[in-house]
């Protein structure tokens, strides 16, 4: 299984500006965002098997982060047409499946991918109260069939530090998982990297 590395985006970068639609239909924008203690953003799918091997705690460490003041959203940019079980169906399905708690949104044009330079699922962003990017990287060391437990470590470590006022390390390991399906003309390569 190969595995694509995330592009380890500038911390202190600004959230980038988006507006999606919610698997419910609901419109959710980056300003809906303001005022929480810090905002998780989590490009995700269905169908990955690095997605499928921490989604669970994931999940876990999501309403964490959230009854403390923190939100969170997951992401979906893989073209529908490349990868058919990652539409909203198959979306719907999994946030039913797991009792995901925040919002799952479509980013049907990959416009939003490509702001935050994502390169793949998962790949996790965590920005301060301010909307600065504080963490990027893996949420731990596991990775499907290398039989390390699957615990959130390194995220947690950085929601923890973030919500305790306390600098978040800059000591962080890029995520790695499935590269982002891209369509439309798109490619991995169009942030120049």
Known sequence: MP???STMLDLGTTLPVFRLQDIDGTTVTSDDFAGSKGLLVAFWCAHCPYVRHIRSVFARVARDFQQRGGAVVAIN??????????GPEGMAEEARELGYTF???????????????AACTPD?????????LVYRGQFDGSRPNNQVPVTGKDLAAA????????????????S???????G?????GYFGG
């Open 159 to 174: 929601v923890d530090a973030l919500l305790s006022g306390s600098k978040v390390s800059a000591e962080q390991r890029p």
């Open 3 to 5: 595995e694509t590395p």
């Open 124 to 132: 996790l962003f965590l920005f301060d109260g301010g909307q600065r």
């Open 184 to 188: 439309r003309g798109a490619a991995p």
């Open 176 to 182: 790695m998982g499935c590269n982002i399906k891209w």
């Open 77 to 86: 940019a893989n073209d529908i047409e490349v990868s058919p079980g990652d």
């Open 103 to 117: 919002p799952y949104l479509f980013d049907d044009t990959q416009a939003v991918a490509k702001a935050f330079r």
